[in-house]
């Protein structure tokens, strides 16, 4: 675990330094401390380490410059070079974008000669850094250049990224914007940077990548005047790859701090973000107020263990579950919208980033249960883009659609809001707006109301899109239920039932099927080939499963329970080996061929408590727990995926999980805590206790919710909601 070590920072609210109570026990300990944002920054976790706030609008990072698949979010532990720290990151995506208004402070000689036009950066500016001289905690982040002798320090507001630079060498100090500055999957299509006073400049970045267009305006404002400001590879500041150089008078003082303020929709939303922020120069103060914010969200559940190591890799779970999504809108609601022209939220904030074929599973859910108000505005941010685009979103990028991944996922997340009566947004728009994306021709949908499949020889990964869609027409059957549609209510359900038609009841196993009716041919479940095959990021084996809206017509497919459990069970037993060129990548955090490290496989090892074997549930779940999660850089079986990855460890380890993440019913598993407290929005409590918890007593002996005898093995979101406790008294033989 790193230690943070600035100055002037109040003991109690970052350290474990553990301040008395009148009868001189103890007092609570921050939380903050258990976070370690480098967990996940190695392996193909794909998180950032540096500074940001819970659904901030800036992620204010290093960047090693590396363009490699391992640096999607811009930084990879394994790299010892920097090459700036920009203002936006992606935590955990399978592919990079944003890095954008990168900045580098540095004291080498600034001429044109060190720049490289059209290059993603330039070397000659880049730094070399060793992590016993970078620590981070959140909301702060600090590392040494080691090659001009520069420590930098960040942090962040809502939607200021403030910057504390000390150099070590008073001759030549100088900051370099290098808005051409580009890695991965984006580029810069114009870039802008003008100097409208002596301590500020201002400018923008238009790029193109992963999102299509996407637009970042900048004001920097400076505790000191510069004394020099040069541009490079533009004309009247403005060019595709511009640079724009900064430099202060030897004479002045070696401490400089910067203020960068961004906006999607303008300047001047920028300067009015910027002119919110009340905290002037003092750095400290701001470092302080991120911590305690922190400290505000992670309080939100508390747990209770000897276990220091497990301690820590809950509250950073936790921590990443709350980055993403991230604010959109300006202080004066301000945004781009998809039609390129600045838009204005009425009443709510605009959020961004909504991974949702990852996160409507678990992080959505819990949202639900800890921030209403957030699934409150996330669900009117979706409903504006249904309202501009005529379609919900299915991945939503800085005010761009990108199309990635498949299913209409906003839908599970809408549904799941309506279902548990959260919000004050209009329940008839978003059931207009569900209807809409289930009837659509977009990706195979024509074709599977059409054949009641989609074929494989028409539209690639053809079995998935399938599964997927059925699983979102049965949210949309449930909403119809409550809102007594009963014809759409029919029709929704019967084509919930159409993932029936892709199994081949002879081999078991959810496969393509042709237009012509016939299995699609050669077949191997442990074949994975990536967007030519059957299967999105997976194979037969991992998407067999994917069914928990219907897990009795499942395992009635299967032949009964025995049948399902035997083949269930095998699935976590059988070989790992996978077939195809996608199985180093997103089939990770392999156990037999159950894969933790990405989303289709994540309700699967639930499914033995509706088959009648709860005991196996416990068994596998607490072996993911122990074995795909741990307190280092690595500790990620796979990609983050804006907090999906780490949600279901928040769930899993208090000891339940949304298995059908739209039904409000959540499946017990195993809990890894002596005691976990849910502080609910509404001031009530929810408590699981798990008398003898231990590294062997992993499995449920017996439970009581408020006192009385649990029948069954999942609980409501009603029950949880309204407050209580659940004791899972634990041994260590299975309880059958």
Known sequence: MKQLIISGLICASLFSCAPKTEEGTPAQQSLTQYVDPFIGTAYHGHTFPGAAL?????????????????????????????????????SGTGIGDLADISVMPTNKEIAEKHFEEGKSFSNFYRSKFNHDNEEATPGYYQVLLDDDNINVELSVTDRVGFHRYTFNNSKNKSIIFDLGFHINWDKPSETYIKKVADDMVVGYRFSKGWAPLQKVFFVAKFSQPFSQFQTFFAKEGKGQFTKGVLTFDDKAKNEILMKVAISSASIEGAMKNLKADKNQWNFEQ??????????????????????????????????????????????????KGYDNNTHFTKGYKKYTVLSLWDTFRALKPLFTIIKPELTNNIVKSMLDQYQETGLLPVWELVGNEN??????HAVPVVADAILKGIGDFDVNLAYKAMIASSMSDVDGLDLYRKYKYIPSDKVNESASKTLAYSYDDWCIAQVAKKLGKTADYEKY????????????????????????????????????????DYFTEGNSWQWTWFAPHDIDGLTELMGGKEPFLKKLDQLFNESSEIKGDHASSDITGLIGQYAHGNEPSHHTSYMFNLAGAPWLTQKYVNEILTTMYTPEPDGLCGNEDCGQMSAWYVFSSMGFYPANAASGVYQIGSPMFDKATINLPNGKTFTVEAPNVSDKNIYVQSATLNGKPLNGTSITHKQLSEGGKLVLTMGSQPKK
């Open 493 to 532: 359900m019967e084509r919930s039932k159409y993932y029936k038609n892709l199994f081949d009841k002879e081999i078991g196993f959810v496969r393509g099927k042709k237009a012509d009716g016939k299995w699609a041919t050669p077949f191997d479940p442990k074949f994975s080939k990536h967007r030519k």
């Open 403 to 408: 199309n990635c991944m498949i299913g209409y």
């Open 54 to 90: 819970p659904s901030g609008m800036i992620q204010l990072s290093p960047d090693n410059g590396t363009s490699g698949w391992d640096w999607c979010s811009g930084y990879h532990y394994s790299d010892s070079l920097i090459a700036g720290f920009s203002h936006l990151h992606l």
């Open 286 to 335: 701001v470092v302080e107020l991120a911590d305690a914010t922190w400290e505000k969200e992670l309080s939100r559940i508390t747990v209770e263990t000897d276990n220091e190591d497990n301690k820590t890799v809950f509250y950073t779970s936790l921590y990443h579950s709350l980055l993403a999504p991230y604010l959109f809108s300006d202080v004066d609601g301000g945004y």
